[in-house]
């Protein structure tokens, strides 16, 4: 895990800006930082290091393959190198180090673009060839390992994150989209999906995407898409269910895989806890293989005693069963304001949520000797985890079904009365027009941009917004798979993927991900519907899978909070000088917030404390973008 940058034939830059860039990304590689720059072909690559595997000078970037003349700079981690380094070894190729960067440059050299399909992993990679002078950059499957590029008559450069283009925003006239603005202050997860940013002139390169960039001009073409890699699945669920045990267990021992201590960010929903107990399944069994990391015992659990979402007791009960260290990360509102501008440097989006739980769990990590967290990410966009999935399963099932009774009762023990109980036209009636509440309700949620229309200016209102990105799919499959779908691929998903690559990467923590093992991606996307959601659970086939491993309290639990903060008594209290000097502030942020609302909502709702959580978190998304606006081009 590392941070990347680079430019290709440019005529602005020079090395002195390749070192200004890459050190402005130094937290993500705290342990080396590397250098290329060839200036006949305006051409540069840097590198900062976090070094897992292979922590010796031999895995130094930049890296080039012998005398091939290919280059690469390389964030993320290829989880089955050692299989792949045994392919090319047959074929004659030799390596110089322990590494995967090695691996890549080998595996190009020999299949070309059709090594992606090899991976098993996460990255964003950059490969320069000095021959055909010719740039290429590529991003794995799913987008965990992010990568942008800014591109313009004069030069491509691309980098981790968008500090590195303002390290150089005077050369690369680096400005505020305010089209992004506003899609990220109706939705933050419409614009990771739109390949848009908050930058002008700055792209996302999509997930399963690769670039290239060559005298003949630049090209982006996409390399992976799930819908093609769809596989036979078992017919019953019990065997579905052994079926995928199987394919999370290898996804986690691959992803043991480190020459570095290991540990695990556990909440106590099935998720994490699933991760937790079946590392502890594989390294008590002895099935962790070979250049697995032998520290794997400590659990990080984010407390937040007396409050209602405190999931301490369940994460207990998993990391006993696993037989884990814990410790403790809990709530610090006296220390928020002093580190929130830090962490929204950090962050540098606009986003409705507060990071703070999560930035101080991978902060608890790095100070307690850890290098790589596994998480649970990914598991509920796929397995229908998030409530409003079973709205979904219900619209495809008949009123006078047993499956739609049994949904509607599911519901029911969620989210209480306000769920009809009992079979009569009345309530059928009521249901119905409950499901689609429901339905406009999670839309809402997801980000609707008249949420935030109160709050925004006139300026703003003139402004379209980006719009997602969508795939057309099979008209066989039902509201619910095609839910999960768009939400894995374009909606939910990246956006989450993004908000821990960041969290954790300003710690110098690598977070690896067993749920997003491709092979267990493609398995999942081919079940049915009656495999996630059914029995009164979401995400079943999960349950099943974990019976032998997961105590039931947490396996059967049906309530679910993940990385949560006490946003609305933060700004009632803790954050009140903050929020004041903010709203007193100037910046491009403030010039798409009519801050004279935004000013009388404060005073007439949140200092009173008469606001609804909805309005809180879209306070806070104005809020943060005002602020965001202000640090990044001053910085912090």
């Known amino acids: 895990m590392c941070g990347i940058t680079g430019f290709y034939q440019s005529t602005t830059l020079d090395s002195a800006a390749l070192q200004r860039m890459t050190k402005a990304i130094s937290h993500r590689g705290p342990d080396d ?27 130094h970037q930049p890296m080039t393959y012998e005398n091939s003349g290919l280059w ?107 089209r992004g603005i506003k899609t990220a202050l109706g ?60 394919l999370f267990r290898d996804a986690c021992r691959l992803r043991l895989r480190s020459d570095v201590p290991v540990g695990t960010s556990l909440s106590g929903g099935i998720d994490s806890s699933s991760v937790v107990v ?13 250049r697995a990391s032998k520290s794997w015992q400590k659990t990080f659990i984010h407390s937040f005693k007396g409050t209602s979402f405190d999931e301490t ?32 440097y950090a962050f540098e989006s606009i986003y409705p949520g507060m990071p703070d739980s999560g930035w101080r769990v991978y902060k608890s990590q790095r100070e307690n000797g850890v290098i790589v967290s596994l998480d649970g990410h990914g598991a509920d966009e796929m397995l229908g985890g998030y409530g409003f999935y079973v709205t979904a399963a219900m619209e495809d099932s008949s009123v006078f079904s047993s499956r739609f009774w049994s949904l509607l009762e599911q519901q029911r023990q969620m989210l209480g009365d306000m769920v009809p109980r009992y079979f009569t036209i009345q309530t059928i009636l009521k249901s119905r027009s409950w499901i689609k509440a429901n339905k406009e309700l999670a839309k809402k949620i997801l980000g609707n941009l008249s949420l935030n229309s109160k709050f925004l200016s006139e300026e ?32 939910i998903l990246p956006r989450i993927l993004k908000n821990f690559d960041l969290m954790s990467m300003a710690h110098g923590i690598e977070v690896r991900m067993p749920f997003m093992d491709y092979r267990l991606i493609n398995y999942v996307f081919s079940l049915p ?7 009164g659970y979401t995400k079943l086939v999960l349950r099943k899978a974990m019976s032998n491993l997961l105590p039931d309290p947490i396996r059967l639990r049906q309530t679910k909070f993940g990385f949560n903060s006490p946003l609305t008594q933060w700004l009632q209290n803790e954050l009140k000088i903050w929020i004041q000097d903010t709203l007193e502030s100037d910046s491009m942020g403030s010039d798409l917030v009519d801050m004279k609302k935004l000013k009388n909502f404060y005073n007439e709702k949140i200092v009173s404390g008469q606001f609804e959580w909805a309005e809180a978190s879209q306070f806070w998304v104005c809020l943060n973008a005002i602020r965001l606006t202000q640090i990044m081009e001053k910085g912090v």
């Open 33 to 59: 930082e590397g250098f290329y720059f060839a200036q006949s072909s305006g051409t540069g690559l840097g590198h900062r290091r976090l070094s897992i595997l292979d922590l010796s000078p031999l895995g």
């Open 72 to 178: 690469i700079v390389f964030n993320g981690e290829i989880y089955n190198f050692i299989e792949i380094r045994t392919e090319l070894e047959q074929k004659g190729y030799r390596f110089c180090s322990d590494s995967d960067t090695e691996v890549i440059l080998a595996a190009y050299l020999e299949w070309g673009k059709n090594a992606f399909a090899k991976f098993n992993g996460m990255w964003a990679l950059a490969l320069y060839d000095e021959n055909r002078k010719e740039l290429l950059l590529c991003r794995d499957r799913y987008g965990i390992k992010p990568l942008y590029y800014h591109l313009d008559k004069q030069q491509l450069v691309f980098g981790s994150e968008y500090k590195v283009f303002w390290a150089v925003a005077r050369e690369l006239s680096v400005s505020w989209d305010l």
């Open 187 to 246: 939705s933050a997860f419409y614009l990771e999906s739109s390949g848009f940013t908050l930058l002008e002139k700055v792209r996302n390169l999509l997930p399963g995407h690769y670039l290239v960039a060559n005298e003949s001009g630049v090209e982006v073409h996409q390399w992976w898409r799930t819908l093609d890699h769809l596989v036979e699945v078992p017919a019953t669920l019990e065997e579905q269910a052994e079926q995928l045990e199987e």
């Open 278 to 290: 079946m590392l502890s399944d594989l390294a008590y069994s002895g099935e962790v293989g070979e």
């Open 313 to 344: 007791d369940y994460a207990d009960i998993a990391a006993n069963a696993a037989d884990a260290e814990k410790i403790y990360v809990t709530a610090d509102p006296d220390e928020l304001l002093k580190r929130l501008d830090s962490i929204l």
């Open 460 to 491: 703003a209102h003139k402004l379209e917004g980006y719009d997602k990105l969508k795939t057309e799919l099979p008209l066989r499959w039902d509201a619910l798979n095609q839910s999960l779908y768009q939400d894995f691929h374009h909606i």
């Open 529 to 535: 519907s009656s495999s996630k959601i059914g029995e």
